[in-house]
């Protein structure tokens, strides 16, 4: 991410697209804005973890696929100095993992994904989103990782993406499609 560094002086080759019109416009002469880049980001990733993730064989159903995707945000982070978090969710909160920074961590947390073992077949995204609106304070990137069969979730959802930078990861099977489109 960029955060607003400072202004300066306009100077020939800058990006006129950076030009602070605010500050040109009180003191007659050119300024930009600087920006510089976010260092120590959050990186949050929410996981679906209830009965629908069984879907498809064993050895490729949407759960797996799942944890190799948060598998690999978490190295991601580890690769970026950045703090990672994670949550499982079902119809409540399975696991929690505070963001935090680290080797240590981050291989918790991959254990804590593969070895997880659902409570609850169910599935409430509203209520998870509800649990990271009160417990995420900092501005965050967060991922949601689901099949997001699930209904009334989406004011929740508007209201995070206010926040945080929210990104959605859409986990699905061939063989569902053809399924919905027989039943």
Do not use: C
């Not at 978090?85 to 409540?92: E, I, N, P």
């Not at 990271?132 to 997001?148: A, C, G, M, Q, Y």
């Amino acid at each position: 991410g960029l955060e607003f560094d400072e202004v300066r002086l306009y100077q020939y080759g800058d990006d006129i697209r950076t030009i602070d019109w605010n500050v040109t416009a009180k003191t007659g002469q050119v300024y930009i804005k600087k920006f510089r880049e976010e260092r120590e980001q959050t990186l949050f990733v929410l996981f679906d973890v209830s009965g629908s993730g069984d879907f498809g064989p064993q050895d490729e159903n949407k759960r797996l696929i799942g944890m190799e995707i948060a598998s690999i945000m978490a190295f991601s982070s580890l690769k970026n100095n950045d703090k990672f978090g994670l949550a499982t969710f079902s119809d409540r909160i399975e696991k929690f993992y505070k963001p935090n920074k680290g080797r240590k961590h981050i291989l918790k947390i991959v254990r804590g994904v593969l070895t997880n073992t659902n409570k609850s077949e169910q599935t409430d995204i509203n209520f998870a989103l509800e649990f990271i609106k009160h417990t995420l304070k900092r501005r965050s990137i967060l991922i949601i990782i689901s099949d997001f069969l699930d209904e009334n979730y989406e004011r929740a959802l508007v209201h995070l993406g206010r926040k945080h930078e929210v990104i959605l990861i859409r986990l699905f099977h061939p063989n569902e499609v053809f399924q919905m489109g027989t039943g």
